[in-house]
C-alpha cells in the first residue's frame, strides 16, 4: 500500500499554542455574545478587539515601546507619562497554564503558570520590551528571575508586606522614585510636570467612567451582565487608553439610556451577586460564567483584574513632579485591598459596603488553587460576611476545563437558597 | 494458487480483504453492514470472489474479526479487531513506517493499540461506548451542516477564523451546539475545523492513555478525512501514516492471520 502524498504542513508548537489559545478565546465570546439577552450595542468593540488581539494575533501598539507589568501594582501613570505603553501580563489562558507548568511546581496559582508559559511560548500579540515585576506574593516575585533567565528585561519593583505604618509608605514611596528614575533613565525620556499631570488626568478619566459606568449597576435592573464588565476591565490591561476611553464613553451613554428604558441584562428575580478573589481574566471567566448561566447577575467585584484597577484615584496635593510621583505612589499602596497584606481588613469592609450599595443578595468568593494568600484569607471573609448576615459561598477553581460539573451543582444549589431567601423576605 | 480471506464485520460496515500466498492483497471489498450481518457479509465475499473471478475452493482458509466476527460461522477462525488491526497495520506499512502506535476510528468506537518492536499489542484503550469522537459522529455532523461526509475534509481548510469547538462528549448534545452555531450566523468551515480539532483531542487523551511512540498509524472510515487527519497530527504535532486502503486494516490484518494460521496448520 502507498502512502498519501502530504499536502499540509504539521503547524509549528506556536501555530498550535496559537490556535488552542484563539479557540479557548472565541468559545468564551460565543457564549457571552449568544446565550444571554441582547449586550449593548457598544460592546461589540470589546468583542472585536478580544478576537483581533486572540485570534487574529493582531498588535494594537506596534510602534511604542511597551512596558510589561506582572502585577496591577505597577504604576501604569508613570509609564504613560513616559510615552510608553503599560501591557498587564497577568495572564487567563489554559494554553499558557499548561506551558507554565513545566516550570513551576504542580501547587502553583494557574495565573502565575499562565503568566510564565507565556514567556516561555513567546506568543505575544505585542511582546513587552521591558517587564516590571513587583515583589507582591511570593509566587509572583519569583517569577520574575525564571522569565529574567530566559532572556527578558525584568525590573524588579519592592513592594511592602504591610500598609499601616510610616515605614511601609516611606518604603514604597522610594520605590516608585527609583522605579520612576530607571525607567526614564531606559527610555530616555523626561518625566516633567506637564506629561505626568496629563497622564494623571487620562487614567483618572478612565477611572471616572468606570466609577459611573459600574454605579449603573446599583439599579435594580442592572443595565449589564458582569461578564460584559469583565471584558470591559480585562481589556483595560492592553488596550490604546485612548481608544478604551472612547469605547467605554459610549457603551456608558447606551447604558445611561439602557437604565432609563429599565432594561435588565438578567431578570428581576435574578439574584445579585457580588465577586470577590482570585482575579478573573479573560478568557477564564469560567466562574463568572457559571453564575450569570445560572440566572443571578453580577453587579459588582472586589478583584485586581477589574474594580480594584480603578477604585482609588490618584489624589495629588501639589503639582509639582516629586509630589506627584509619590501622590501617585499612595494610590497604589493606600487603596490596595490585595490578601498578600498581613492584615486586610480594608479588603472585608469594602466588599460588605458593595454588598449594601448595589443591594447585593450574597457574595461568591473564588480562589485559585495555588493562590495561597486567597485561600488564607478565606476564613477571616466568611466570619465576617457571616456576622453580616450575608450569605457567601466559597469555591476553589482552575484554568482546567474539566471538572466543570461539580462547580456547576454548588454555585446553582448557592443561587437557588438566595433566591428561597428573597422570597421568604418579601 | 491459494487464496486466504479476512472478513471485518463491523457496525456500520462490512469489509472484506484477500490475500494471496506472498500476502500481497488482491482485492477487497467494503459494504454497508445494514441489519443482517451474516447475510450481508456473506453476499459481499461472493460479489468480491466474483470480481475477481477466484473459485470459492480456493479460498483455503477465512478469518473473521469485528463486532460481528461471531455470526460469521463459515470462518475458519475469529479473531478479536485489536489482533486483526495491528497485524494489518504493521504489514500495510512494512518498509515504510514501522508502527508502533495505532489510532482507530470507526463506526461506533474508537481505539488506541500501542505495538513493541515486534508489533505485537502491549496495550490498547478503547472510549467508553459513546458515539463522540467516532465516525457516527462524523455522520451527524455532516447531516447537520447538509454536507456529505467526505466534504468535510474540504472544508476544513477553507475556514479562516478560529475553529469552534464542540465542549459536549456527547454526539447529542454536541448536535445541538453545533445548530447553536449556525443559529449564530458563524461559518461552516469553522465549525467544521471545530469538530475536527474536538475530536482530535479526544482521540488524543485516549492515545495518551496507551503512550504515544512514533510510528503512529491511523485507520478506519475517518482516515479518509484529510482534515481530521490534519487536525490530529497537529494536536500530536507528529505526522502519521494513512494507509491507501484505511477502512481494511482490519481485514487486511485478518487476511494475513489467515494465511499463517493455514501454514501452521498444514
Known amino acids: ?89 497577568c495572564n487567563g489562558f489554559y494554553t499558557d497554564d499548561e506551558i507554565g507548568s513545566d516550570l513551576l511546581p504542580a501547587k502553583s496559582c494557574p495565573l502565575v503558570k499562565a503568566t510564565v508559559g507565556q514567556f516561555v511560548s513567546g506568543n505575544f500579540s505585542d511582546k513587552p520590551d521591558l517587564v516590571v515585576s513587583p515583589t507582591t506574593c511570593d509566587q509572583k516575585a519569583k517569577s520574575g528571575a525564571i522569565i ?44 516633567t510636570k506637564k506629561n505626568l499631570k496629563e497622564s494623571i488626568k487620562k487614567v483618572g478619566y478612565a477611572q471616572h467612567l468606570y466609577h459611573k459606568l459600574t454605579t449603573l449597576r446599583k439599579n435594580e435592573s442592572s443595565p449589564i451582565l458582569g461578564l460584559d464588565m ?14 478604551w476611553v472612547k469605547a467605554t464613553s459610549e457603551l456608558l451613554k447606551e447604558c445611561e439610556s439602557r437604565v432609563e428604558d429599565e432594561l435588565n441584562a ?19 471567566l469560567k466562574i463568572p460564567l457559571l453564575i450569570e448561566d445560572s440566572d443571578a447577575i453580577i453587579v459588582a467585584d472586589e478583584t485586581c483584574s477589574s474594580n480594584r484597577m480603578f477604585n482609588d484615584m490618584v489624589s495629588v496635593d501639589e503639582w509639582f513632579v516629586n509630589d506627584m510621583v509619590d501622590s501617585v505612589a499612595d494610590r497604589y499602596l493606600k487603596g490596595c485591598t490585595c490578601p498578600i497584606f498581613t492584615k486586610n481588613n480594608d479588603r472585608i469592609r469594602r466588599i460588605i459596603d458593595l454588598v449594601k450599595e448595589y443591594k447585593a443578595d450574597g457574595v461568591v468568593y473564588q480562589a485559585f488553587a495555588g493562590c495561597q494568600v486567597y485561600e488564607m484569607e478565606q476564613r477571616s471573609v466568611l466570619q465576617a460576611m457571616e456576622k453580616e448576615g450575608i450569605p457567601i459561598i466559597y469555591l476553589e477553581s482552575d484554568y482546567s476545563p474539566s471538572h466543570l460539573g461539580q462547580l456547576t451543582t454548588r454555585i446553582e444549589a448557592f443561587i437557588e437558597s438566595l433566591k428561597n431567601r428573597r422570597r421568604k423576605k418579601q | 494458487m491459494k487464496y486466504f480471506v479476512g472478513i471485518d464485520i463491523g457496525s456500520t460496515a462490512i469489509k472484506v480483504a484477500l490475500v494471496d500466498e506472498n500476502e500481497e492483497l488482491v482485492g477487497h471489498k467494503i459494504s454497508a453492514s445494514g441489519s443482517m450481518f451474516y447475510k450481508y457479509a456473506k453476499q459481499s465475499l461472493n460479489e468480491l470472489l466474483t470480481e475477481l473471478k477466484i473459485d470459492e475452493k480456493d479460498v483455503v482458509y477465512t478469518v473473521a474479526t469485528g463486532y460481528g466476527r461471531k455470526l460469521f460461522k463459515e470462518a475458519d477462525e475469529n479473531i478479536s479487531e485489536i489482533t486483526a488491526n495491528a497485524m494489518g497495520a504493521v504489514a500495510a506499512a512494512k518498509g515504510e513506517c514501522n508502527i508502533k502506535t495505532i489510532i482507530n476510528i470507526g463506526g461506533q468506537d474508537s481505539k488506541a493499540i500501542s505495538l513493541d518492536d515486534e508489533g505485537t499489542v502491549v496495550n490498547f484503550a478503547m472510549n467508553d461506548r459513546c458515539a463522540a469522537g467516532t465516525g457516527k459522529f462524523l455522520d451527524v455532523v455532516a447531516m447537520n451542516l447538509e454536507l456529505e461526509v467526505d466534504e468535510l475534509g474540504d472544508y476544513h481548510f477553507k475556514s479562516e477564523g478560529a475553529p469552534l469547538a464542540i465542549n459536549s462528549t456527547c454526539a447529542v448534545f454536541a448536535e445541538s451546539e453545533i445548530i447553536g452555531l449556525l443559529g449564530n450566523d458563524n461559518s461552516v468551515e469553522d465549525i467544521v475545523a471545530g ?18 511512540k512514533e510510528g503512529i498509524y491511523f485507520d478506519g472510515g475517518p482516515a479518509l478525512n484529510e482534515g481530521l487527519v490534519y487536525a490530529i497530527e497537529n494536536e500530536l504535532s507528529k505526522e502519521i501514516f494513512i494507509p491507501e486502503f484505511p477502512q481494511i486494516t482490519t481485514a487486511y ?4 492471520l489467515a494465511h499463517e494460521s493455514y501454514g501452521y496448520e498444514n
Open chain 1, 1 to 89: 500500500m502507498t502512502k498519501r502524498v502530504r499536502e499540509h504542513k504539521i503547524e509549528t508548537p506556536k501555530e498550535k499554542q496559537n490556535r488552542h489559545k484563539a479557540m479557548e478565546a472565541i468559545a468564551l465570546l460565543e457564549k457571552i455574545k449568544h446565550d444571554f439577552k441582547e449586550p449593548p450595542k457598544a460592546m461589540d468593540y470589546f468583542y472585536t478587539l478580544y478576537e483581533n488581539v486572540h485570534c487574529k494575533r493582531q498588535s494594537l501598539h506596534p510602534e511604542k515601546v511597551k512596558v510589561g507589568t506582572m502585577c496591577i501594582q505597577v504604576p501604569s501613570e508613570i509609564i504613560h507619562a513616559l510615552d510608553a505603553v503599560p501591557l498587564r501580563l
Open chain 1, 148 to 191: 529574567e533567565e530566559m532572556g527578558y528585561k525584568i525590573f524588579d519593583m519592592e513592594f511592602p508586606r504591610t500598609k499601616e505604618s510610616a515605614e511601609s509608605r516611606e518604603y514604597w514611596r522610594r520605590s516608585v522614585r527609583k522605579f520612576t528614575k530607571e525607567l526614564s533613565t531606559d527610555l530616555n525620556k523626561k518625566l
Open chain 1, 230 to 243: 469583565f471584558l470591559v476591565t480585562n481589556a483595560f490591561f492592553f488596550d490604546d487608553l485612548d481608544n
Open chain 1, 266 to 284: 438578567a431578570t428581576k428575580k435574578s439574584p445579585r451577586i457580588v465577586y470577590t478573589g482570585s482575579p478573573p481574566i479573560f478568557p477564564n
Open chain 2, 195 to 212: 469538530v475536527h480539532y474536538s475530536i482530535a483531542k479526544r482521540i488524543i487523551k485516549l492515545v495518551k492513555r496507551v503512550g504515544i
Open chain 2, 253 to 256: 490484518g485478518a487476511a494475513i
